[in-house]
Structures are given as structure tokens and as C-alpha cells.
């Protein structure tokens, strides 16, 4: 049997064709016996029917009928009960053969009746189906059903891993060519030592994206690896003057220098920064230089200057011209400026974070006066009773004499208090005052003094 949608074999024993899938049309069994009754009855109507003419009717009265080819008499309705009954019977005993053989005499018929017509029967071998039949060909059915329906699954699957992996093949060719896969690149040919196309990726991937920090971070870690600091700072100071409120490179230059120990470099590098966008996204890092409460010149008088920051810390401070540390003198008081000359105090702020301040620093000069020279009493002159010499000493000063006539120094004699003339001799009183600060003294005070007793 033939499948009448795509002409493929159907086995007997199936009802839908392997090939489509289509199911099989039944339609009624055909018997030889249909078409006999057939033509008798259409003959015995057609010459029942047909127009008489006046010949027929002379021959009818001569008794001179010839038959119809196309028809027969009509037939009784005893008759054809007995011709329909006979057939039944051949067809039983027909059955009963087969049964008994063991074998059917159908060869290539169809089966009567839709899928589910439980009264068909096969053409040629006479036997109605039984209920074992139905199931076993319902059960067939149903194979055939979860079969089809498995190929379709399986194909609907394929179908659906091919796409998968066109979409899985087409991400991926996206995401090497994006700004992440391009940096990602990147530092996978940095660890394999590939400096040359690690700076190639990270170049590329600067010029995709020049706002995000992460390909200036991996083109520093070039210079890094290669001990070259000052090539991987110079990665970030160029991109920031190009890019002054990017606080995203910012924060990643600050960390380059945090990881490489260089906190120092932190607050220099914010200094010059006067976006406050990118200092609030960096405050853990800003440390203001210290402020001096005493303005640099030059003072005449001891002074004292004080050290703050706004943002707190710690302040450490140098007055010998070098730059503080964490390891200089720590501010605990005001410095105090005593000594005559110039002091330069430099001063640095640490903030919470350990991040030092720029060094902040301010110069100092300290000139005290010079007074004239001292005043000395008796004046010169010649004296016959016993007289007190004194020397008028300011404050800040000490004062020393000789009586010989040399020139006094710090190293004569000190003036403690009134000094006895001596008697019946000439006397040359010589007298300076030395500055306690400076150690400057003053021009010399010279008295001639004669005494004789009466």
C-alpha cells in the first residue's frame, strides 16, 4: 500500500506512513459480488425503463423477445435475500479456511473504515477484527506517535544548540573587541610576560574608552613590572592633565601611589586639583599642609609660632632647612624663637589615613637692638673723698669692665653691683654690655678718675 501524500511503502500492519507521518484513509473492502448485484439490478431497470416501441410490442405478441444485453429480470426481494445470503456464507467459509491455515488472503489491501472503526475488516480474509486486534493496533499508533514525536523534539533541540552556539560565539567575539575583554587581554599577555602587546591591548583599550581608569591601571603595571616608576607615573599625570575632574583616575593614581609607598606623592598630586567633586570623592586622602600663626619677616624680639591643620593629624616640623617626616619632631607647643638670626621651620601634616601633607614652610629673622654704650657714673675727673663707681645695666644685657685701661670683653670682670674707687692713684675705668641673646657687645664707656686724700 501507498502513502497518498508523498507515494512511500506502508507496511500492512501500519496506520501511519514512516515517511510524512500522514495517517492512512481507510475505505470499504472491495467484493466482486457488489458489482454482480449492481448490474442486475441497474439492467433490470434500464429494460424495465426504457421507451417500448411498436416493434417490441409485435414481437412480444409473436413470442419473439430477444433478451437485454444490459439488464436481467427483476429480481424478488426473496431473491436477493437468498444472493446476500450466500455471500455471507462464502465469506464465513472463507474465514473459517484462513483460521484453520494459519494464514490471511490479504495481499495489499486496505483496511475499511476511519482509525477508529472497530467494525473493519480485511480485504480478502473475510475476518472481523477482534479487541485484541484494536489494541495492538492502537498500541502500533501510539509508537508511532512517541517516535514522531521524538524525532521533533530531537530536531527542535539540535536546532536549538546550533543557535546557542552561533549566540555564545557571537558574545564572545563582541566581548573580546569590548572596552573589559580588550583590558582583560591586556593583562593576560602581562602575566605571560608579552610586555609589547600587554601596552598594545591597553593602548587599544585606552582609545575605546579614554574616561575609564582601568586601562591606564594595567598600562602602569607595565612600567611597574618592568621597574620603571616614573614611566608608570607618567601614565597617570599625563592622562589627568588632559582629563583634570576625572575623579575615577584620580582615585586610580592615588592608589598606584599607595601600592608603590609612595603616600607623599598623594597630597602633592592633589594640591593643584580645584574640582570639589573630585576632592570629595577622594577626602580620605587630602591632609592640608600645616598653617603658621606667625607671618616670615624679621622680628627684633623673641617670638613664638604656632602649627595647625584643617584637617587634624599629626604635625611633625624641622627648623634646620630639611624636609620633615614622620621621624622629625613631633608638635606638641609653639616654637619658640630665641635665638638671634634666621630659622626656616618647615612642617608637615599626617592625616588619619597615614597620608602626609605637602611640606608647608616659613622663614623667620630675629635682630635684636644694639643699645649705646653704657652709662657709667662718677663722669671723669679728679675726687679727694672715697666714691662709688656704677654702671647702668638694661635689661637683656650684662655688663663688664677692667680698670687698666684695656678694652673689656666678655671674659673681664662682670658687673655685679657699685664699685669702690681706688685712693691716691689715676684710674682708667673701661665698661661694654654684652646682649644675653645675641652675645653682641656694645661700644666701650671709658672714665678717667684721679683721687688724693687731703
Do not use: W
Amino acid at each position: 500500500m501507498r502513502c497518498t501524500h508523498c507515494g512511500a511503502n506502508i507496511p500492512e500492519d501500519q496506520m501511519i506512513c514512516p515517511e510524512c507521518g500522514a495517517e492512512v484513509q481507510i475505505v470499504p473492502d472491495y467484493n466482486p459480488l457488489d458489482d454482480v448485484l449492481a448490474r442486475e439490478v441497474k439492467g433490470s431497470v434500464e429494460g424495465a425503463t426504457r421507451q417500448i416501441q411498436t416493434g417490441d410490442i409485435r414481437r412480444a405478441r409473436r413470442g419473439d423477445v430477444p433478451g437485454n444485453a444490459n439488464s436481467t429480470r427483476v429480481l424478488s426481494q426473496g431473491e436477493m435475500d437468498r444472493i446476500r445470503e450466500e455471500r455471507r456464507a462464502r465469506m464465513r467459509r472463507a474465514g473459517t479456511a484462513d483460521r484453520q491455515s494459519g494464514t490471511g488472503r490479504n495481499t495489499g489491501s486496505v483496511r475499511r473504515g476511519s482509525t477508529g472503526d472497530t467494525g473493519s475488516v480485511k480485504r480478502g480474509t473475510g475476518r472481523m477484527p477482534t479487541d485484541q486486534d484494536e489494541r495492538e493496533r492502537r498500541r502500533q499508533q501510539q509508537i508511532k506517535r512517541r517516535e514522531a514525536a521524538k524525532r521533533k523534539r530531537r530536531n527542535l533541540l539540535l536546532v536549538l544548540f546550533f543557535l546557542l552556539v552561533i549566540i555564545v560565539a557571537g558574545v564572545y567575539v563582541i566581548y573580546q573587541n569590548s572596552y573589559t575583554g580588550v583590558v582583560n587581554r591586556g593583562y593576560d599577555a602581562l602575566q605571560s610576560d608579552d610586555y609589547t602587546e600587554a601596552q598594545n591591548l591597553f593602548n587599544r583599550a585606552i582609545t575605546k574608552d579614554r574616561s575609564r581608569s582601568g586601562a591606564y591601571t594595567g598600562l602602569a603595571q607595565v612600567y611597574i613590572d618592568q621597574d620603571d616608576l616614573d614611566g608608570a607615573e607618567t601614565v597617570f599625570l599625563t592622562a589627568l592633565e588632559i582629563q583634570p575632574s576625572n575623579a575615577e583616575l584620580y582615585q586610580a593614581a592615588i592608589a598606584f601611589y599607595v601600592d608603590t609607598e609612595q603616600q607623599s606623592k598623594i597630597s602633592a598630586l592633589l594640591q593643584d586639583c580645584e574640582d570639589d567633586n573630585v576632592l570629595k570623592a577622594v577626602a580620605d586622602y587630602v591632609s592640608d599642609a600645616p598653617e603658621f600663626s606667625l607671618e616670615a619677616g624679621t622680628y627684633s624680639e623673641v617670638q613664638e609660632v604656632s602649627l595647625s591643620s584643617e584637617t587634624g593629624g599629626t604635625i611633625y616640623y624641622t627648623t634646620d632647612g630639611t624636609d620633615p617626616t614622620e621621624s622629625s619632631t613631633e608638635y606638641t607647643e609653639p616654637v619658640l624663637l630665641q635665638n638671634e638670626g634666621d630659622t626656616e621651620i618647615r612642617a608637615i601634616a599626617v592625616n588619619a589615613n597615614g597620608i602626609p601633607s605637602v611640606v608647608a614652610s616659613a622663614k623667620y629673622t630675629i635682630e635684636f637692638p644694639i643699645v649705646d654704650a653704657p652709662a657709667v657714673t662718677p663722669a671723669t675727673g679728679q675726687y679727694t673723698e672715697p666714691t662709688k663707681i656704677t654702671i647702668t645695666v638694661p635689661e637683656g644685657y650684662t655688663a663688664y669692665y677692667t680698670m687698666d685701661g684695656s678694652t673689656p670683653t666678655s671674659d673681664s670682670e662682670e658687673y655685679t653691683g657699685p664699685i669702690d674707687m681706688p685712693q691716691d692713684t689715676q684710674t682708667i675705668f673701661s665698661a661694654i654690655l654684652v646682649n644675653n641673646n645675641n652675645g653682641k657687645a656694645t661700644d666701650v664707656t671709658t672714665r678717667n678718675y684721679i683721687t688724693r686724700s687731703e
